[in-house]
């Protein structure tokens, strides 16, 4: 799913995302996550390295950078951004030796991992990674239906 296959996930990700930031005042991991992992999610694998990544960004910026920087608000969520971006790179390089292949992870998805690290740190890692896949699943299938329209 590319072109405006992307426009229309990411679009109707944001308006979930919406209506479930306002009906349960849980916010999914940014607006674009639960978009632009429901054009992916038919790929379990692909979605368990995006959470990883996501995982192991928060835990490096959270244990390991805040210890030697002074991160809060923005700062903060550079350094997630950067982590998570940096992280993905890393695994660009691991490529021929770690069978996963990630080339597609690129472009918005990069940026991604450091939109999920950044909302595990507000709210929790459980209710992040669960409103998160929920919300995908769900774009995920209401583009299945679309396209079986």
Do not use: H
């Not at 769900?138 to 299945?144: G, K, R």
Request: aromatic share 14%; glycine share 10%.
């Amino acid at each position: 799913m590319f072109g405006s296959d992307l426009y229309i996930a990411l679009i109707l990700g944001v308006l979930l995302s919406l209506i479930f930031a306002e009906k349960t005042g849980i916010v999914p991991a940014g607006l674009v996550v639960p978009g632009y992992l429901g054009l992916v999610f038919n790929q379990p694998v692909f979605i368990l390295l995006v959470l990883l990544v996501s995982l192991l960004t928060y835990v490096i910026v959270k244990y390991g950078l805040s210890k030697f920087m002074i991160l809060y608000g923005r700062r903060k969520f550079a350094a997630m951004l950067i982590t998570g971006i940096v992280l993905k790179i890393a695994f660009d390089f691991l490529y021929p030796i770690v069978p996963f292949e990630i080339a597609k992870f690129r472009g918005i998805g990069i940026i991604v991992p450091g939109l999920i690290a950044n909302t595990i740190q507000k709210q929790g890692l459980t209710i992040t990674f669960g409103s998160t896949l929920l919300l995908s699943g769900a774009t995920f299938a209401i583009m299945f239906v679309y396209y079986l329209i």
